[in-house]
């Protein structure tokens, strides 16, 4: 056994996947724009037989596409990685991959509106059957379980509520009955939470959020064995097609490089702006896996040693008309929907992202109307928190 110290979080974020191009020796890679390849000699021979490999169409696979995928595959501790034109063609592909007509899958309740609709607008036309569980508590899942059920699916802190998932239990829950797990950890990032460590089979998450982090790329990413991403790859992903663009592969690496930093400062800003918006008269609640009054705080501590994530659910007293308009009397922070960037975001879960569920399921989900989901940014701390002030002040 190798006594050779493995090199760590920041190393890996910023060297994996990248060497010197060999053609020039410029220290950043070129971006392959190529959609197609030549063959020379006997070269397509050999590749057909399976005795060497070669790009053929930027389908199937690309150089730059290649190496985010080994710096992806190498920041989640996972084998292999494919990369996807957005989180959503990550997630679909990912569970169409391993259910099909006339499986089940089991969903937790509380997830991103778009795994939803994919779930309750395509799937079901699929022949996917789906339970959507309120609570993920093993007697909740055994009774969810069914004979063909096939995957467990859930993400690591849902979206917008933010609970946090038990992914040790959940995972060997599933283990024992032969079931796959696929976890969207697009909130945490792999900096402060790597799901396949903690018995995932497959991590399914956006790349457009803190991965890249700069809000100028859309991508997803799947990680996990090079059987199961084999079986993604051939099965689903090079006949559907949702391959990324060599450019966003470019910056989803640039943009790694940074995410150890980046989500030490979003964590920081975080915990202030969760502490300040608690001790504010109109806040009458405040979602932040790091707060004590978090009903997962204990879990949390116990699952991300390193920090507790951006994401902070502010509810403030009057509704979706007040929370709409705390959100427009912003100054710093932008109403806009995604996260993970730089700059600090909001949105209004009931009228955006989650505006088309209805309302009964959405509050089963813990989205409640006056709801304000904050992606805490990298400004300076002090600024966040005056900017919230004002636009509460204000109302
Ligand atoms: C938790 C979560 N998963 C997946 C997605 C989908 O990602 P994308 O927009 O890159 O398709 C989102 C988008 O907001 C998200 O919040």
Redesign the pocket.
């Known amino acids: 056994m190798s006594d050779e110290k493995k090199p760590g979080a920041a190393t890996v974020a910023i060297h994996a996947g990248q060497e010197p191009d060999p053609s020039t020796g410029a220290l950043i890679p070129p971006v392959h724009l190529s959609a197609t390849y030549i063959f020379t000699g006997d070269k397509l021979d050999r590749f057909m037989a399976g005795d060497e490999d070669m790009y053929t169409y930027g389908r199937t696979a690309n150089p730059t596409q290649d190496q985010f995928e080994e710096k992806i595959a190498r920041v989640e501790g996972g084998e292999a990685a494919l990369a996807t034109a957005?989180?959503?063609?990550?997630?679909s592909n990912a569970i169409m991959s391993f259910a099909g007509s006339g499986d089940h899958v089991i969903y937790a309740r509380s997830?991103?509106s778009?795994?939803y609709y994919t779930i309750r607008n395509l799937f079901a036309r699929m022949g996917i059957q789906d339970t959507l569980l309120a609570s993920m508590d093993n007697d909740s899942l055994d009774a969810a379980c069914q004979a063909n059920t096939r995957v467990l699916y859930f993400?690591t802190i849902s979206?917008p509520n933010l609970r946090v998932a038990d992914a040790d239990r959940l995972t060997a829950w599933a283990k024992k009955r032969g079931l796959l797990t696929i976890v969207?950890n697009?909130?945490m990032s792999p900096y402060l939470f790597k799901p396949l460590a903690h018995g995932a089979d497959l991590v399914a998450?956006?790349?457009?959020?803190y991965i890249n982090g700069h809000g100028d790329q859309?991508?997803?990413v799947i990680v996990g064995s090079k059987d199961l991403i084999d079986t993604v790859h051939s099965l689903v992903y090079q006949n559907l097609g949702a391959v990324p663009s060599p450019v966003n592969c470019y910056l989803g690496m640039r943009g790694m490089k940074t995410l150890p930093l980046r989500m030490e400062k979003h964590c920081e800003n975080a915990m202030c702006l969760a502490r300040a918006m608690e001790r504010n008269p109109r806040v009458v609640r405040v979602d932040y896996p790091g707060l004590e009054s978090h009903p997962d705080h204990t879990l949390a501590k116990t699952l991300f040693p390193r920090g507790f994530g951006g994401m902070v659910a502010i509810t403030v007293d009057g509704g979706l008309r007040l929370a709409r308009q705390t959100a427009q009397n912003l100054r710093l922070a932008r109403y806009c929907?995604?996260?993970g960037d730089l700059e600090t975001i909001v949105e209004t879960p009931a009228n955006i992202?989650h505006g088309k569920i209805p309302p009964e399921i959405r509050r089963e989900m813990g989205v409640t109307d006056g709801m304000i989901r904050v992606s805490v940014g990298c400004e300076s701390a002090e600024d966040i928190i005056a900017d919230f002030e004002q636009a509460i002040a204000a109302l």
């Open positions: 957005s989180g959503m063609a990550a997630i997830i991103y778009g795994t993400e979206n969207d697009t909130f998450q956006s790349t457009t959020k859309l991508g997803g929907a995604s996260l992202t």
